[in-house]
T-cell receptor, first 109, second 110 residues
Framework: QKEVEQNSGPLSVPEGAIASLNCTYSDRGSQSFFWYRQYSGKSPELIMFIYSNGDKEDGRFTAQLNKASQYVSLLIRDSQPSDSATYLCAVYNFNKFYFGSGTKLNVKP | DGGITQSPKYLFRKEGQNVTLSCEQNLNHDAMYWYRQDPGQGLRLIYYSQIVNDFQKGDIAEGYSVSREKKESFPLTVTSAQKNPTAFYLC?????????FGSGTRLTVV
């Protein structure tokens, strides 16, 4: 079983809609969770991190964490074509980051 | 400006040849990591180092070697034992859970 699982997509949403990206993890003791955005051919860039159950908002982005369900999500409000990228979920455990395979998001104008 | 520098950006390797990818950081981060990314895939951990002169194997260490003689530097050697080395290689460093990525090296076997 992989440490971090994501649906590979692609997820297609129209411009202005809410994009919802999901991630599950296997280690119940995980404490730190991250969302990265990666444009094709580029390195990942950190969008959000979350440590506590509940929601964390930063501009158009909201990270949601449910430790009981071992589930973390990223909502992107008012999606823009520039949001089209692959979104990687990561969990930090035992001094290492474990990455999911990423979900490709397409925002259609 | 602080950051991570990876070089070269593009690298071509002949069959049976060893090549070394450079990773330098001036962030004073203790931990450094090497990841491999194949097309359409996530990041897989090759090696990581928490302190100078110490490093640990990740999930796909076979065919790779590293050294950590200085805090700032964590070079990765792709040896001839790595049979399918064509991939995008990313170096990262972190202080606690705050990490930074380099811009990557794209390695191609010719």
């Amino acid at each position: 079983q992989k440490e971090v699982e994501q649906n590979s997509g692609p997820l297609s949403v129209p411009e202005g809609a809410i994009a919802s990206l999901n991630c599950t993890y296997s280690d119940r003791g995980s404490q730190s969770f991250f969302w990265y955005r990666q444009y094709s051919g580029k390195s990942p860039e950190l969008i959000m991190f979350i440590y506590s159950n509940g929601d964390k908002e930063d501009g158009r982005f909201t990270a949601q964490l449910n430790k009981a369900s071992q589930y973390v999500s990223l909502l992107i409000r008012d999606s823009q074509p520039s949001d089209s990228a692959t979104y990687l979920c990561a969990v930090y455990n035992f001094n290492k980051f474990y990455f999911g395979s990423g979900t490709k998001l397409n925002v259609k104008p | 400006d602080g950051g991570i520098t990876q070089s070269p950006k593009y690298l071509f390797r002949k069959e049976g040849q060893n090549v070394t990818l450079s990773c330098e950081q001036n962030l004073n981060h203790d931990a450094m990591y090497w990841y491999r990314q194949d097309p359409g895939q996530g990041l897989r951990l090759i090696y990581y180092s928490q302190i100078v002169n110490d490093f640990q194997k990740g999930d796909i260490a076979e065919g790779y070697s590293v050294s950590r003689e200085k805090k700032e530097s964590f070079p990765l050697t792709v040896t001839s034992a790595q049979k399918n080395p064509t991939a995008f290689y990313l170096c990262a460093s972190s202080m606690g859970t705050s990490d930074t990525f380099g811009s990557g090296t794209r390695l191609t076997v010719v």
